[in-house]
């Protein structure tokens, strides 16, 4: 045990959480086998979170976590030996010692701390699906849009991307056989019916759902330059790790935009680390916040990919924190992967509350000595019932404790503050500016203004150049650019050899714009991408 540590209360292996009858420590080891923080509105929470992340980032773990009532922002600013702070600290045994941790602060709007933003790309339609709350039906054609865009090489960043991806999809109506062929995106409307029937219908309903998304603030969250993980990933000069802090008293008002954010964020941990095994300390330990709005009216199949996430993320060495109100919010097959519990107080005055308040208790290894389901209504503000696992991995029986007082500041910091912290960020300037690189949306217009140009320099008889002279020439003589009627044996052999050259040469650009691209997924244009559990992009 260190000096500095021995006054903390914390040890090298374990973070000392509160203290009652026994003391109540989180081992480090175990920390990535998951956790829950439960309790009603206004029983400690959020200073419970602020304690264990103070914990952790002390140890060298960095943090992140969802503040979507501003309050942990303290944790950034030195702490005030207030009275009832002391007195608390005092009756554990403590020496206070205020202090404070180097934070970095995100918002997907980029008002209140550094822009986060994701390509529509790297979301990957099921967790885009559950943002624009599609229909299965919905949810097959925006899988369809993802196939053909990812065959085709045409790299979704933002909004308008997919918007041209959507429009481009859409069958031509009245048109049949040789028609359909004059198109310029004949091609990708022929892909798209390949997987399936398209209507019109379906993709009109898709496009005003992104419309609603776009008016709730989902613009400025796709784009480029797209979030780096590894930057949440960091210490500081003093080996601490770092605590990342989203804001998201804003984002909480589209809940779906926030829950599904925050798991795209975790599938994306999941599929980027390697593999790691059992570690003495996590590599990273995730605060969800609100964890209820994850789950509300999420499909089968959705709940099934993130029992899967959070059953495998901690071989890699990522411990995940749920907080929410009442255990009976999180699935059960979810709460059985969550192996450290804090449960705060609890009220119970209807039948239903009763209920609930005896499924919370049934959660808890049972201790003789307490009657679980009692205590839980009893408890004060900064008591909690602690269940953390023990050396073997199994839960320690059930102890009501008193939350130990944080280090650092209770409570929000100033915009003065923020604003000092940010102008002091190890990211400063690196997302601060959007970049909208050539993608799927300059793609397609290049395609449909490439075949207008050559419509038109065909019409005039010498438009386009000596190169288009030649073309006129050539599709003169094999009837390439010709009126359709009924073409010849030949013609027909002459007009499929000109679209194969003509496709590959297209092909062939379209690979190198992509390389050349200044956005992160160009190298992936050109070849087959790969979707991991959640339908994210996987990087090889």
């Not at 420590?25 to 009603?40: C, E, I, K, M, S």
């Not at 199994?394 to 409570?411: K, L």
């Not at 320099?457 to 006129?472: C, E, Y």
């Amino acid at each position: 045990m260190t000096a500095q540590n021995s006054k903390l209360g914390d040890t090298d292996d374990k973070i000392f959480v509160g203290k009652g009858d026994e003391q109540a420590w989180l081992t480090l080891a175990l920390a990535n086998r998951h956790g829950l923080v439960t309790g009603a509105t206004g029983t400690g929470k959020t200073v419970t979170l602020q304690v264990m992340a103070e914990g952790f980032a002390r140890a060298g773990v960095p943090v992140f976590a969802a503040d979507v009532k501003g309050d942990l922002s303290g944790v950034s600013q030195i702490g005030e030996a207030k009275d009832f702070i002391l007195k608390r600290a005092t009756e554990m045994g403590l020496n206070f010692q205020p202090d404070q941790f180097s934070t970095v602060f995100w918002d997907v709007f980029g008002e209140q701390g550094h822009p986060v933003r994701a390509t529509v790309t790297e979301m990957g339609p099921l967790l885009l699906a559950r943002m624009l709350d599609l229909n299965d039906v919905q949810e097959g054609v925006l899988n369809v849009a993802f196939r053909v865009a990812d065959d085709a090489g045409l790299t979704l960043i933002d909004m308008k991307d997919l918007r041209a991806l959507l429009d481009a999809i859409v069958p031509d109506a009245g048109k049949k056989g040789a028609d359909v062929e004059e198109s310029p995106l004949a091609d990708v409307k022929k892909a798209a019916q390949g997987f399936g029937n398209v209507t019109k219908a379906t993709v009109g309903t898709i496009q005003r759902q992104l419309l609603v998304l776009e008016n709730q603030g989902g613009t400025k969250f796709f784009g480029e330059p797209a979030l780096t993980l590894k930057d949440f990933m960091k210490t500081d000069r003093d080996g601490r790790g770092m605590v990342n802090i989203l804001v998201a008293d804003k984002l909480l008002q589209n809940p779906r935009l926030y829950a599904t954010f925050l798991l795209w964020m975790l599938s994306e941990l999941f599929e980027e680390l390697p593999e790691a095994g059992d570690l003495p300390k996590p590599k990273l330990v995730f605060f969800f916040d609100e964890a209820h709005l994850l789950f509300n009216d999420a499909p089968k199949a959705l709940l099934d990919k993130i029992e899967q996430v959070v059953r495998l993320i901690r071989s890699k060495g990522v411990g995940v924190y749920f907080v929410t109100q009442n255990p009976v919010d999180v699935p059960d097959r979810v709460l059985g992967q969550l192996g450290n519990r804090v449960q705060h107080a609890l009220r119970a005055f209807t039948p239903r509350d009763q209920k609930a308040v005896a499924a919370a208790a049934q959660t808890f290894r049972p201790n003789p000595k307490l009657d679980t389901a009692k205590v839980i209504m009893e408890l004060g503000k900064g008591e909690a019932l602690v269940s953390f696992l023990e050396g073997n991995g199994t839960p320690a029986m059930v102890e009501r404790v008193m939350i130990r007082p944080p280090s650092a500041r209770i409570g929000p910091i100033t915009p003065d503050e923020r604003k000092a912290i940010m102008a002091a960020s190890p990211v400063k300037g690196k997302y601060d500016t959007a970049v909208d690189a050539e993608s799927a949306y300059e793609m397609i217009q290049k395609r449909i203004a490439g075949t207008a140009a050559t419509a038109e320099g065909s019409a005039g008889g010498s438009g386009g150049g000596i190169f288009g002279q030649i073309g006129s020439i050539v599709g003169t003589v094999f009837g390439t650019n010709v009126k359709r009627g009924r073409l010849s044996t030949g013609q027909v052999i002459a007009r499929d050899v000109t679209r194969s050259v003509t496709n590959q040469v297209i092909g062939g650009m379209a690979a190198n714009i992509g390389k050349s691209l200044g956005g992160q997924l160009g190298g992936s244009i050109g070849r087959t991408l790969i979707r991991g559990a959640l339908g994210g992009l996987l990087r090889r």
